[in-house]
Each structure stands twice: as structure tokens, then as C-alpha cells.
């Protein structure tokens, strides 16, 4: 395992739902990272957080908010979502040192939560 | 920003064969070429990694090598076997994760 784990693993819901996707870490890092991945498209950065501070939001409808209480927990809340937003939605940490904003690090990926929305 | 073209889309080789994905780059300031791994029901995971200072690197059967005036990277699987078996992803970025791209992915099929 990756040290990351997400749940749920599957998730239906309708576009009226509120629902939200959880993501913990047993690795110790500071930084963390939420993606969309859709079939045959590239992986979408949508959320960074680094110490629990929102770091990046990469121009995400508002219809998704991310949590971050603390540096092991993240989450994402949906509300009024749309068909277009079925997909795969990916959890990552990184180790989240004070020079990550000046290089790359590793990430360590959860499973994913496979969202449809009927 | 940067974009990160991943060919082919598919690859089937036989056991024991050889397996090259390719990648090409359009921001020159791309300094780092990290791949990932993704089983079925997983999320992926880092196999291998580059930075832009280094031509190649190999790790047992797996190697990357980087062709930075030409702004492509490969990655080269030796002696495939059946749990090689995945989709392949690239990615490049010039800065931080936070500009990080990735390819499409490149699933890749081994026959025994």
C-alpha cells in the first residue's frame, strides 16, 4: 500500500446530492494534493494544500470544495454536481519540505474514488 | 504552460519483449520527467524519474533517457512480463507539482 488511503472507493450520486470524498495519509507529509482523472485524458491538478493552506486552485468550479483540518486528512465536498464531472478523483501527499514550492517531489497516490453522477 | 504529448495510446508486446513510451515536451524550462505506474483499482505510482541534468537512468529492467534539445523522454521496459501489464503515464515540469503535467497514459498489455 502507498500509505494513502481514500474513501469511498465508489460513489453514485444525483446532481441534486451533497456528498464528500475523503483522503488520509499515514506518511507524515505536509502537502497535499487532490486530482481528476477522466478516460483517456490526462491526469487535472485541482487542489493543492501545503500545512493545511490552500496553496493552488486550478480555476475548479466552485461545486467542489476541498478541507484540509489537518496535515493528514483531506477531503473534497460536492454539491449540485453534473454529468461531465464523472470520473476518477485521485488523493496525493508529498513530503511537503520548505523547498517544495522550488522543486518537484514524489508522489504517493491513493486508489481513487470513482465518482458517477446520474 | 507546459504540454505533454504520450505516444501510443495502446502497446502489446510479447513476454519477454521490449516496450518503449515516448513523450514530448513543449516548455524548455521543464527540468524534471517523473513516470507513473497505474494497476487496475490503483492509483499510480512512481517507477522512475529524471531530472533534466541527466541523459539516462536505469533502474533493473526499467530506464528513462531524456533528449533535451529535442524536448523528448522515453521510457524503456527490458524482458517484459505479465505484471508489466498497466497504464503508463509521463509527466513533465518546469517548477514545482504545481506545474506538473502529465501525458494521456499508454496502457500497455503483456502476453504470456
Known amino acids: 500500500e502507498t500509505g494513502v488511503t481514500q474513501t469511498p472507493r465508489h460513489l453514485v450520486m444525483g446532481m441534486t446530492n451533497k456528498k464528500s470524498l475523503k483522503c488520509e495519509q499515514h506518511l507524515g507529509h505536509n502537502a497535499m494534493y487532490w486530482y481528476k482523472q477522466s478516460a483517456k485524458k490526462p491526469l487535472e491538478l485541482m487542489f493543492v494544500y501545503s500545512l493545511e493552506e490552500r496553496v493552488e486552485n486550478n480555476s475548479v468550479p466552485s461545486r467542489f470544495s476541498p478541507e484540509c483540518p489537518n496535515s493528514s486528512h483531506l477531503f473534497l465536498h460536492l454539491h449540485t454536481l453534473q454529468p461531465e464531472d464523472s470520473a476518477l478523483y485521485l488523493c496525493?501527499?508529498?513530503?511537503?519540505?520548505?523547498?517544495?514550492?522550488?522543486?518537484?517531489?514524489?508522489?504517493?497516490f491513493g486508489s481513487g474514488t470513482q465518482l458517477s453522477v446520474l | 504552460g507546459e504540454n505533454v504529448e504520450q505516444h501510443p495510446s495502446t502497446l502489446s508486446v510479447q513476454e519477454g519483449d521490449s516496450a518503449v513510451i515516448k513523450c514530448t515536451y513543449s516548455d524548455s524550462a521543464s527540468n524534471y520527467f517523473p513516470w507513473y505506474k497505474q494497476e487496475l483499482g490503483k492509483g499510480p505510482q512512481l517507477i522512475i524519474d529524471i531530472r533534466s541534468n541527466v541523459g539516462e537512468k536505469k533502474d533493473q529492467r526499467i530506464a528513462v533517457t531524456l533528449n533535451k534539445t529535442a524536448k523528448h523522454f522515453s521510457l524503456h521496459i527490458t524482458e517484459t512480463q505479465p505484471e508489466d501489464s498497466a497504464v503508463y503515464f509521463c509527466a513533465a515540469s518546469p517548477y514545482n507539482n504545481n506545474d506538473m503535467r502529465f501525458g494521456a497514459g499508454t496502457r500497455l498489455t503483456v502476453k504470456p
Open positions: 496525493a501527499s508529498s513530503q511537503g519540505t520548505g523547498d517544495m514550492w522550488r522543486t518537484n517531489e514524489k508522489l504517493f
